[in-house]
Nanobody, 126 residues
Framework: QVQLVESGGGLVQAGDSLRLSCAASGRTFSTNIMGWFRQAPGKEREFVAAITWNSGWTWLTDSVKGRFAISRDNAKKTVYLQMNILKREDTAVYYC???????????????????WGQGTQVTVSS
């Protein structure tokens, strides 16, 4: 079992930045890919970004490219989501997720992840 704890959410204005953190503990050796998803009110959960522990391969959804960046600290078993130039449409609960595969073509599918954090709220006001 892997435990994931997100932090760093909050209320910001459009154009501001936030950095989310996801600390992993427990059977972290069983995880190879880490992802960030988000869910806005009334909408389905959507993929935001992913990174592999080993190689550091990263993926970002198109709507956040150029504004968000995902990174990891292997020693701390922590993954970060740096969010810049935030927009109102970025408002959502952000979830961290962990998956077992070294590589997958379906990195943006929630089904590739078997551990989830409790989520952290990000609210962007105009």
């Amino acid at each position: 079992q892997v435990q994931l704890v997100e932090s760093g959410g909050g209320l910001v204005q459009a154009g501001d930045s936030l950095r989310l953190s996801c600390a992993a503990s427990g059977r972290t050796f069983s995880t190879n890919i880490m992802g960030w998803f988000r869910q806005a009110p009334g909408k389905e959960r959507e993929f935001v970004a992913a990174i592999t522990w080993n190689s550091g391969w990263t993926w970002l959804t198109d709507s956040v490219k150029g504004r968000f960046a995902i990174s990891r600290d292997n020693a701390k078993k922590t993954v970060y989501l740096q969010m810049n130039i935030l927009k109102r449409e970025d408002t959502a609960v952000y979830y961290c997720a962990a998956g077992p595969k070294l590589w997958t073509a379906n990195y943006n599918s929630s089904q590739e992840y078997d551990s989830w954090g409790q989520g952290t709220q990000v609210t962007v006001s105009s």
